[in-house]
């Protein structure tokens, strides 16, 4: 697809622009209905149209939208109170998108680190990691494609691969600029790919003997999206630092960074901040979202039809050859084949699904938390088939 003029060339879109949303559902301006299994990347946690969510946002609209972190603002401390209770830490920071909590996080690091005498702090990062696309965040991350173009990129990164404890204790022992490890729960973009809970606990006791602050991007998996409020949260741990962002507030850009003890307390005025992070109109969006999480039930809704969809699809693709793994937690399921299957998407759309594929191979669902045994019904007699046929044209062409 050429870009659309006058933006900037920076997606290949599919030809569809949505004009509204429905709960589960999303309608494109020429009327058409298209089941949501993507929620704008784990972003509309409540889906479209949510009736609370949109009565809270219009009422605070006519009140106040921004006012400045230089004045006191109340929600913000509401939203922080409500998620140092669910997380189990002590303090918050409210900025806007996920890299810009993942900033803040590695700025928390390096003056760790540097509180503690360490004149090159260094941060353990994951391969196949994504943190964003900032020219620090973008360095953490473990992808050439995201880097490709962009160096010098900032250094400071040691990089292991996921769930490899071996790995991480090398470097404990041979590099004594380590201050942090920062880590996705279930890494996103990188194909769905989950911490063990074993292996968070080791990272957590490694961390604890060495000093290092164990920071979790639970960007994309945090916020119920896996059943849990964090997806950490079924390895037992508590981490000192967590960026959160993408569905937050349901789909108004909000970012937050959670810390704890001596991380928590690293920041004083001057050292960091944002003009509009912590607005009152997302403050209000992630208080309601909250809200509408806790009386709708919607993390048990998460678990429960997230093992419908995952046990459907094993069970509807089973003896398929090309069907590698069906993974994931909660509504963050990922498919994976053994070939590229990008087409997927705009075939998926033409069936009347939206959904994505990441890491090149990987089938991606994040619906929204509200999706119900209906939705999960019609997603699965639409995508088995559509995943089938698709695997089975390769193996037809191979023969
Ligand atoms: C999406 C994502 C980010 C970046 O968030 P933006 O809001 O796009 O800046 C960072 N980390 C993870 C794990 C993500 O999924």
Not at 33 to 38: A, E, K
Not at 77 to 105: P, R
Not at 167 to 196: D, H, N, S, W, Y
Not at 297 to 304: D, E, F, H, I, V
């Amino acid at each position: 697809m050429p870009a659309t003029q006058p933006l900037m060339n920076t997606y290949a879109r599919q030809p569809v622009a949505f004009s509204h949303g429905d709960g589960a559902w999303l309608y494109d301006t020429a009327g058409r209905r298209y089941l949501d299994c993507l929620a704008g990347i784990a972003v509309n946690t409540l889906g479209h149209n949510h009736p609370k969510l949109v009565a809270a946002l219009r009422e605070q609209v006519a009140r106040i939208i921004h006012s400045s972190n230089l004045f006191e603002v109340p929600l913000q401390t509401q939203l922080g109170a409500k998620l140092v209770e669910l997380s189990g830490m002590t303090n918050v920071f409210f900025c806007n998108s996920g890299l810009e909590a993942n900033e803040a996080a590695l700025k928390i690091a390096r003056k760790y680190g540097h509180a503690r005498g360490v004149a090159l702090p260094e941060v353990v990062v994951c391969e196949r990691a994504f943190h964003g696309r900032s020219i620090a965040t973008l360095s953490a991350t473990g992808n050439a494609k995201v880097q490709a173009g962009f160096e010098p990129l900032v250094e400071g990164f040691v990089r292991v691969p996921l769930n490899d404890l071996a790995a991480l204790e090398r470097v404990a022992a041979e590099r004594p600029g380590v201050v942090a490890v920062f880590l996705e729960a279930i890494q996103g973009e990188g194909g769905i790919q989950p911490a063990r809970a074993d292996y968070l606990r080791a990272v957590r006791r490694l961390c604890d003997e060495r000093g290092w602050l164990l920071m979790i991007d639970e960007v994309q998996c945090g916020t119920g999206r896996t059943g849990k409020w964090f997806a950490h949260q079924r390895a037992g741990i508590v981490p000192d630092v967590m960026p959160l962002a993408k569905g937050l507030a349901s789909g108004v850009p909000i970012g937050a960074v959670v810390a704890r003890g001596a991380a928590a307390e690293v920041f004083q005025p001057g050292n960091h901040g944002t003009t509009f992070g912590g607005n009152p109109l997302a403050m209000r969006a992630g208080l309601v979202t909250i809200d509408a999480m806790e009386e709708e039930g919607l993390l048990a809704n998460a678990s429960r039809i997230g093992e419908l969809i995952m046990s459907g699809v094993r069970s509807g693709l089973a003896g398929t050859p090309g069907l590698v793994e069906v993974r994931g937690q909660g509504l963050m399921i990922g498919i994976e084949l053994d070939r590229p299957c990008g087409v997927l998407v705009a075939r998926a759309l033409e069936a009347g699904l939206v959904l994505n594929v990441t890491a090149e191979r990987v089938v991606r669902l994040l619906p929204p938390l509200i999706f119900d045994d209906g939705h999960a019904g019609q997603l699965l007699d639409t995508l088995v088939p559509l995943i089938r046929r698709f695997l089975e044209e390769g193996a037809a062409r191979a023969a």
